[in-house]
């Protein structure tokens, strides 16, 4: 039995300040005699003394406890022989950067689990960043837009946002973005490349944060094949911004003609359907990008269809916010994952070069890969709301036994990624990715 909970320091970037478990959270389980270590950390959106104040024990190295929780990857290095943890280890696609942790924790015989894996019965995620990732995003492309703009010559009301990190929590961040609403109503967005046209992507939870940040700026809903007759009709719209939501039966067509968009039939079959997602390129001035992806579906916009926007001159598309920061997956524009504090880069889709900036050729490309963090208290408090309620199972399962023994939550044991070393059978996949 474990009954002992490491709660280690986040030190991917130093913008990483997210917690998995609360001091809150932390007083509530020490109740049900849960030991609790938390790795000493001056960064931490809590500060060390709550997590004291509320039953645990400051540490300068938590290893030794049975379970390691955790946010972002954890480095090589860090892991002990036969330990257990629960971290975004970014691994259950193959993502070759973290095939080397996985190696590393099959070769100490080490049990992994991912938050992303952790699902009820029908599948849903249960455990997640999404919402505030999407909340983010939002906010960091319309800064990002704003910046761009004016490496163009064009003022806009867009800069005067921030950057989400640089706000004291949400509350603040809407604020500004009503501000900005405010100024837009008032004096317009430039019309330089024609009415500001967002484009959103997804239905789930990134999509629903990016919509509660969006909708607090004067809009106007645009279905996606009414886009065109309202460009031709709203050529001089400066008081406001068209969104077009773009879900999958507007971006990828089944291969058989002859047949129609079925989401089920897509999600099962993706080698059946292929991407018709450049078309919209052409007609939107920013992409916010928040739909699922993995290599089974279908490339939506290639270098080339990227590089065919400057045929005919100067493209309308100025910028990108890929919540999704998959690296070279659905979206070739996201060469590389940038960070809050160096958060965009302009992509040249002629020549794939990526300096960081708003100046010189290509798109805006902003491609955090850990935009929570920046409202990390916010962020933890709903994440580890989710979390609590698995942890007392967790804390005295069987780690040292089978899976089906162990006595896991089926919430969590379906997130097993490693048991005892071993590829769960849910992921026996990863085996050809781990050591090819």
Same mark, same amino acid.
């Given at each position: 039995?474990?009954?002992?909970?490491?709660?280690?320091?986040?030190?991917?970037?130093?913008?990483?300040?997210?917690?998995?478990?609360?001091?809150?959270?932390?007083?509530?389980?020490?109740?049900?005699?849960?030991?609790?270590?938390?790795?000493?950390?001056?960064?931490?959106?809590?500060?060390?003394?709550?997590?004291?104040?509320?039953?645990?024990?400051?540490?300068?190295?938590?290893?030794?406890?049975?379970?390691?929780?955790?946010?972002?990857?954890?480095?090589?290095?860090?892991?002990?022989?036969?330990?257990?943890?629960?971290?975004?280890?970014?691994?259950?696609?193959?993502?070759?950067?973290?095939?080397?942790?996985?190696?590393?924790?099959?070769?100490?015989?080490?049990?992994?689990?991912?938050?992303?894996?952790?699902?009820?019965?029908?599948?849903?995620?249960?455990?997640? *960043?999404? +919402?505030?990732?999407? &909340?983010?995003? %939002?906010?960091?492309?319309?800064?990002?837009?704003?910046? #761009?703009?004016?490496? $163009?010559?064009?003022?806009?009301?867009?800069?005067?946002?921030?950057?989400?990190?640089?706000?004291?929590?949400?509350?603040?961040?809407?604020?500004?973005?009503?501000?900005?609403?405010?100024?837009?109503?008032?004096?317009?967005?430039?019309?330089?490349?024609?009415?500001?046209?967002?484009?959103?992507?997804?239905?789930?939870?990134?999509?629903?944060?990016?919509?509660?940040?969006?909708?607090?700026?004067?809009?106007?809903?645009?279905?996606?094949?009414?886009?065109?007759?309202?460009?031709?009709?709203?050529?001089?719209?400066?008081?406001?911004?068209?969104?077009?939501?773009?879900?999958?039966?507007?971006?990828?067509?089944?291969?058989?003609?002859?047949?129609?968009?079925?989401?089920?039939?897509?999600?099962?079959?993706?080698?059946?359907?292929?991407?018709? *997602?450049? +078309?919209?390129?052409? &007609?939107?001035? %920013?992409?916010?990008?928040?739909?699922?992806?993995?290599? #089974?579906?279908?490339? $939506?916009?290639?270098?080339?269809?990227?590089?065919?926007?400057?045929?005919?001159?100067?493209?309308?598309?100025?910028?990108?916010?890929?919540?999704?920061?998959?690296?070279?997956?659905?979206?070739?524009?996201?060469?590389?994952?940038?960070?809050?504090?160096?958060?965009?880069?302009?992509?040249?889709?002629?020549?794939?070069?990526?300096?960081?900036?708003?100046?010189?050729?290509?798109?805006?490309?902003?491609?955090?890969?850990?935009?929570?963090?920046?409202?990390?208290?916010?962020?933890?408090?709903?994440?580890?709301?989710?979390?609590?309620?698995?942890?007392?199972?967790?804390?005295?399962?069987?780690?040292?036994?089978?899976?089906?023994?162990?006595?896991?939550?089926?919430?969590?044991?379906?997130?097993?990624?490693?048991?005892?070393?071993?590829?769960?059978?849910?992921?026996?996949?990863?085996?050809?990715?781990?050591?090819?």
């Amino acid at each position: 039995m474990a009954h002992r909970i490491g709660l280690r320091r986040e030190d991917k970037n130093v913008f990483e300040r997210r917690v998995a478990l609360t001091p809150d959270a932390v007083s509530r389980l020490r109740h049900t005699g849960i030991e609790i270590e938390v790795e000493k950390f001056d960064s931490r959106c809590f500060e060390d003394a709550l997590y004291k104040e509320a039953g645990a024990e400051i540490v300068d190295d938590p290893r030794d406890c049975p379970i390691i929780l955790g946010i972002k990857e954890i480095p090589q290095g860090w892991f002990r022989k036969n330990g257990a943890y629960l971290f975004f280890s970014h691994t259950i696609k193959g993502q070759s950067a973290n095939m080397p942790i996985l190696r590393e924790m099959m070769d100490l015989g080490c049990t992994l689990m991912d938050y992303e894996c952790v699902t009820n019965d029908e599948g849903l995620r249960l455990i997640f *960043f999404s +919402r505030h990732a999407g &909340r983010v995003g %939002m906010v960091d492309g319309l800064w990002t837009l704003g910046q #761009r703009l004016a490496a $163009l010559g064009h003022s806009s009301p867009l800069q005067d946002l921030e950057p989400a990190h640089r706000y004291y929590d949400l509350d603040a961040v809407k604020e500004a973005v009503v501000r900005v609403g405010d100024k837009i109503r008032k004096d317009g967005m430039p019309l330089a490349h024609g009415p500001t046209v967002i484009a959103l992507t997804g239905g789930g939870n990134v999509a629903a944060g990016a919509r509660e940040v969006f909708d607090l700026l004067p809009y106007e809903d645009v279905a996606p094949a009414d886009l065109d007759t309202w460009l031709g009709h709203n050529q001089d719209a400066a008081d406001r911004i068209a969104l077009v939501h773009l879900l999958p039966e507007h971006f990828v067509v089944p291969k058989d003609k002859a047949q129609g968009f079925d989401f089920d039939h897509y999600v099962a079959n993706p080698d059946d359907y292929e991407a018709d *997602f450049a +078309r919209w390129l052409p &007609r939107i001035t %920013m992409l916010v990008h928040g739909v699922y992806w993995d290599e #089974r579906y279908p490339v $939506l916009a290639s270098r080339e269809d990227l590089a065919a926007l400057y045929d005919s001159g100067d493209p309308k598309l100025l910028a990108i916010a890929d919540i999704t920061c998959d690296i070279e997956g659905s979206l070739k524009s996201t060469v590389r994952e940038t960070e809050p504090g160096d958060p965009v880069y302009m992509y040249d889709p002629r020549s794939g070069e990526a300096p960081s900036g708003f100046e010189g050729e290509g798109i805006a490309v902003m491609s955090v890969g850990n935009l929570p963090t920046e409202l990390p208290i916010e962020a933890s408090m709903t994440f580890s709301e989710a979390l609590e309620p698995f942890i007392p199972a967790m804390a005295n399962a069987d780690l040292e036994g089978t899976l089906e023994d162990s006595g896991l939550p089926p919430q969590i044991a379906r997130a097993v990624i490693l048991w005892r070393g071993e590829l769960t059978e849910s992921f026996a996949h990863l085996a050809a990715a781990v050591r090819p």
